[in-house]
């Protein structure tokens, strides 16, 4: 089977889940809360309108929300196999391990691609509800769309490494809790401790590279970072097949072992 065919069959699954809402409804969230938090116009925030209002929320955006994005759609997306008890079908498929790996993560990546889309169609809109309700020109700002994509392909780049550890744990484990939870802890925990306990490197954890595109101080090492969280989701990736390849053909082991002592 070749791999556009693979892929297709991936779209399709995702048809019966719940990634979709998920997308739609979290994307929302952000811009919803910055359009009825927003203060009353003066001159501060007209002169720092976009800051303000744009900046503020993609840096939630990236940080919180994107990673989260992929610890439950790697989870969600995996979790269609196990809950429907698929797995063997779909290794009995004429289809290549990577193939089916790939598949999937590839569609991982595109979820989160519509998702970033999303948010910026709901933050234009919120920008034009504000603009009509106290005039500051919000959307004057859009001319400034070349930044815009950059901080948006920044955002998912930072993020790779972060969805690659999260399509491995949502791999490895068949419990719906277990890689949210971990993937849940890794952020929390680790950024704290690096910033609480002042551990050297802490800015190439993995969880960290999301906040660099928008720190000062990480403004001129942000290629490196980018070329670090490609690292990261290469090592990840390969780690999740390795182990993937090894899981099956142990089983297949047993099976033959099986058919041989009946």
């Known amino acids: ?51 303000n209002f744009y900046r503020e929320g993609f840096q939630v955006f990236a940080f919180l929300f994107l990673p989260f994005f992929y610890v439950l759609t790697s989870t969600l997306i995996l979790q269609i196999e196990v809950r429907c008890n698929t797995w063997k079908q779909v ?10 790996l790939l598949a999937k993560f590839i569609v991982i990546q595109i979820l989160a691609i519509v998702f970033v889309l999303v948010f910026n169609i709901y933050m234009i809109v919120g920008c034009a509800i504000i603009d009509s309700l106290h005039n500051l020109n919000y959307l ?42 971990i993937g849940i802890l890794l952020w929390l925990i680790g950024p704290t401790a690096a910033l609480e306990l002042k551990i050297p490197h802490f800015d190439k954890y993995v969880f960290v590279l999301p906040f660099t595109i928008m720190a000062k101080k990480f403004e001129y090492q942000r290629a490196f970072y980018q070329f670090l969280s490609v690292g990261y989701g290469v090592f990840f990736f390969t780690i999740a097949y390795l182990e993937f390849v090894w899981q099956r053909r142990s089983l297949q082991v047993c099976w033959k072992k099986e058919k041989v002592s009946n």
């Open 91 to 100: 290794l009995a498929s004429p289809q290549l391990y990577i193939h089916i």
């Open 140 to 181: 004057t700002y859009l001319e400034r769309w070349p930044e815009l994509i950059q901080l948006n392909i920044m955002a998912l780049v930072t993020n790779v490494g972060i969805s690659a550890l999260s399509f491995w744990l949502a791999l490895r484990f068949k419990n719906f809790i277990v890689p949210i939870g």
């Open 1 to 51: 089977m070749i791999f556009t065919a693979s892929l297709r069959s991936e779209f399709l699954k995702t048809k019966r889940s719940s990634v979709v809402y998920l997308t739609l409804v979290a994307a929302f969230m952000i811009p919803f809360v910055l359009v009825f938090d927003h203060g009353s116009p003066n001159s501060e925030l007209i002169a720092n309108g976009w800051d």
